[in-house]
């Protein structure tokens, strides 16, 4: 055994894993149960010091979460030390340990991946770290504490803050002292920084009206809190609803950007006005929804896709302005981007698209192919990102103009003005409230770029959903076997029928989305697909209710 490794056995042995249960490490980390993730949080520790003695020292994020799921799960994810997520390469690392049945076999694993990865173990290990509002959050938080312990961390305690914050710090951490230098790695920093790039946008242009904020009973209620006194200007007057992060049962419970989504719905906690201007996060704060209702008492969802349409026409036509010609805005989305969106971006805003998988990793990834690459999932969560050689090609441009200087900085301050690192409510609400108030534009106004066709996303569980197998960005399934045909057959009935089925990363189900030309079409294929996958692949519990 590594001396490194001597305590490790002692405190494993403080938390041992439940044996009937299996842990995978999915899109956003491990996610389950709270009360069964003590095992899992702790070895998640000793693995964060071993990711940052493999990066030199340098500082590696936990944050303690799930997001806009129940109040009972929790989970827990690594953050690289840029920010972004865990590289790929170390999920399965984090898989094997945390389901390593014996603490000998902790420390051996421990040592196999030290050795495969060549890793000096005489690095001190800095691991920042921090939990959502959950009640199972202080069982796993000193369960965590425990890991690093063992593992002699360096480790920073940011106690509750939201995920995006989380990943802010850790850039901030791991930038201190360079050129790229991201800001102060605490809470007043993070507020300073994204205020002022805000205000930088705003000032003199005419004060939009209040915004409702449905903070999902989150860890976002008050933070958000925080940012407005930081930012104190009636550029940005909130009123904060879904607040009551103390009583059990409210969080993420008939609120929240999954909620809103899902259901097509205002938020308990939120009467609609026409004129009033509308917001949802979720339980963590990483994803962002806007909402509004028309004369009529029409609710209007302004999704993911709208959110990035905005920010990517605005981006473009900056750069227009400043005339500069070789700095392209890309736009990635995923199979679940609403088809009137694609086609806008590729038809009318002429901008490049693509398609990743699933998870903002993906998503990430692909935009950073791309010189100011705009990414979103259709639920709310994305980013903005703006590659090296975009930030050469500004800080090397002479603008020949007023205008084309004063556009140019409009680029920086929205740079600043973007958490670069991971998709954040906080500071995507900020861009569009910038954007909107740039434009001088009601929710209304931004939603009549393009019409979403009806939409249905719907779980259907099943005996095993690993054998569900995809390709094409996930949207065709290749296994079970004949079920992609019966898909298939089933859309090709319906105008501007689109449907496809993937099995979740995050919850034992199985996805199945649809869209068509009318709510009516797109319900009747969304229950046909959904009904098919529970008849042909072991659905269990109740069949997807036929659509009469
Ligand atoms: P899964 O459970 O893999 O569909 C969900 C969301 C993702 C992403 C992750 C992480 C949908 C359809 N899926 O993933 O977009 O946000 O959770 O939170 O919204
Ligand atoms: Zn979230």
């Not at 605490?186 to 009206?209: H, I, T, W």
């Not at 906690?269 to 963590?284: A, N, V, W």
């Not at 057959?489 to 089925?501: C, D, I, M, N, Q």
Request: charge should be negative.
């Amino acid at each position: 055994m590594t001396s490194s490794f001597a305590k490790v056995a002692e405190y494993s042995a403080k938390h041992p894993k439940p044996a009937d249960i299996t842990f995978a490490y999915g899109t956003a980390g491990f996610r389950t149960i709270g009360e069964t993730l003590e095992s899992t949080v702790f070895r998640c520790g000793l693995l964060a010091a071993l990711r940052s003695q493999s990066k030199q020292g340098r500082v590696i994020g936990i944050m303690i979460t799930a997001s806009h799921n129940h109040e009972r799960d929790n989970g827990v994810k690594l953050v690289d030390p840029m920010g972004e997520m865990l590289q790929q390469s170390w999920e399965g690392y984090c898989t094997e340990i945390a389901n390593a049945s014996t603490d000998a076999q902790v420390v051996e694993i421990l040592s196999e991946i030290a050795e495969a990865e060549g890793i000096d173990l005489s690095v001190t290990p800095k691991v920042a770290y921090a939990r959502d509002t959950r009640p199972s959050g202080p069982l796993l938080l000193s369960a965590l504490q425990d890991g690093l312990a063992a593992m002699d961390v360096d480790a920073t305690n940011y106690g509750i803050v939201t995920t995006p914050q989380l990943h802010f710090f850790v850039r901030c951490l791991n930038t201190k002292g360079s050129p790229a230098e991201y800001g102060e790695a605490n809470e007043a920093g993070y507020y300073r920084k994204y205020g002022q790039a805000f205000l930088r946008l705003v000032e003199g242009k005419p004060l939009p009206s209040t915004l409702y904020i449905d903070a999902a009973n989150g860890v976002g209620a008050p933070q958000v809190r925080k940012l407005a006194e930081a930012i104190n200007s009636p550029y940005f007057s909130i009123d904060v609803r879904n607040t009551d992060t103390e009583t059990l049962g409210k969080l993420n419970i008939d609120c929240g950007a999954d909620y809103v989504k899902s259901n097509q719905h205002q938020p308990r906690g939120i009467m609609l006005t026409p004129s009033g201007r509308y917001c949802s996060f979720d339980g963590d704060a990483d994803r962002i929804l806007y909402y509004y209702s028309d004369e009529c008492g029409t609710f209007h969802l302004l999704d993911g896709d709208k959110i990035s349409t905005l920010v990517a026409t605005y981006l473009r036509d900056l750069v227009a302005t400043a005339g500069i010609e070789d700095l392209d805005v890309g736009v990635v989305q995923t199979a679940y981007a609403n088809g009137s969106s694609t086609r806008y971006i590729k038809d009318t805003l002429k901008l490049h698209t693509v398609f990743a998988m699933t998870g903002v990793k993906y998503l990430h990834h692909e935009a950073e192919k791309m010189n100011i690459g705009v990414y979103f999932e259709a639920n709310g969560h994305g980013t903005v990102l703006f590659n090296a050689s975009a930030v050469n090609t500004l800080r090397e441009f002479v603008p020949a103009s007023p205008a084309q200087a004063e556009a140019v900085e409009r680029l920086w301050a929205l740079r600043d003005l973007i958490n670069e690192s991971v998709g954040d409510a906080m500071a995507d609400m900020l861009l569009v409230e910038a954007i909107l108030i740039c434009k001088g534009w009601t929710l209304a106004q931004w939603d009549e770029s393009y019409t979403d066709l009806p939409s249905r996303l719907l779980k259907v569980v099943v005996n095993d959903r690993n054998i569900f197998k995809t390709t094409n960005a996930e949207q065709t399934l290749t296994s079970p076997h004949g079920l992609q045909e019966v898909v298939d057959e089933l859309t090709a009935k319906f105008p501007k029928g689109r449907s496809f089925v993937r099995p979740s990363g995050t919850e034992d189900a199985v996805r199945v989305y649809a869209e068509a030309a009318t709510r009516g079409e797109c319900d009747q294929l969304a229950y046909s697909v959904a009904g098919a996958v529970f008849d042909k692949a072991g659905g269990r519990g109740e069949r997807p209710a036929e659509f009469i």
